[in-house]
C-alpha cells in the first residue's frame, strides 16, 4: 500500500485513487425546492450524507435522460468576502427528452429558481448538487439538426451564480445501492 499513499489526505485506498469519473446515462434527477415540504426538505445521516428528500403532497423529481458520456457535474472551491470559502456547483449535459412530456418538463425548469440535481456516478454513487442554494437552468438549447443522424439532443445547463454551497456535494445513499436508486425512481412519476 505504500505505493498508494497521496500526501494530505487522511489514509485513501487504492480503489479510492482509482475511481471512475463520469456521470452514468440516464440518471439525472432534478428536484424543484418548492416541492420539498418547508423546515425539513431532506434527511441528513449524521455522517453528512442525505438519506431522503421530504415531498410535499403534489410534489415530484423530474427524471432527464442524459446521452452516454455527455453529462459533467462540477464544483469550485472559491473564497469570497471575508475569507469565507463557499463551492460553486455546475451540471453541463446532453438530453434525449423527445416527447412532448419530455420537452414540457424541460420548460418547467427553466421557470424555477432553486433546483436540486442528484447525480449518479460511473461508479455507482449519488451526489446531491444545489441542496442548500440551488441552481438554476441557465441554458436549453436544442437542434433538429439537417441529416438523418445529426444530433438533435437537448443541451442544458445548470449553475449557480454569485455564491454557492458551504460544503461539497454530499453523497444520497440510504442502505444499499439497489435501494438509493429505487428511492430516486419512486420519486418520478
Do not use: H
Request: charged share 20%.
Amino acid at each position: 500500500m505504500a505505493d498508494c499513499i497521496i500526501e494530505g489526505l487522511i489514509d485513501p485506498t487504492c480503489e479510492e485513487q482509482n475511481l471512475i469519473g463520469g456521470v452514468k446515462p440516464k440518471n439525472i434527477y432534478v428536484i424543484n425546492r418548492d416541492d420539498l415540504t418547508e423546515g425539513t426538505p431532506y434527511n441528513e445521516a449524521a455522517a453528512g450524507n442525505i438519506t431522503a428528500f421530504n415531498f410535499t403532497t403534489y410534489g415530484e423529481a423530474v427524471k432527464l435522460v442524459a446521452m452516454r458520456r455527455s453529462v459533467v457535474a462540477t464544483q469550485t472551491q472559491e473564497e469570497g468576502d471575508n475569507t469565507v470559502s463557499y463551492w460553486v456547483q455546475s451540471i453541463t449535459g446532453r438530453f434525449e427528452q423527445q416527447s412532448q412530456s419530455g420537452k414540457n418538463a424541460i420548460e418547467s425548469l427553466t421557470k424555477a429558481q432553486d433546483l436540486i440535481v442528484v447525480v449518479e456516478k460511473m461508479d455507482g454513487t449519488f451526489e446531491v448538487y444545489g441542496l442548500d442554494y440551488g441552481l438554476k437552468m441557465r441554458t436549453s438549447t436544442k437542434s433538429t439538426g439537417t441529416l438523418p443522424g445529426d444530433d438533435n439532443k437537448w443541451t442544458l445547463i445548470f449553475n449557480q451564480t454569485g455564491y454557492g454551497e458551504t460544503k461539497p456535494a454530499p453523497d444520497f445513499f440510504t442502505i444499499s445501492y439497489a435501494t438509493t436508486k429505487a428511492l430516486l425512481e419512486s420519486y418520478t412519476s
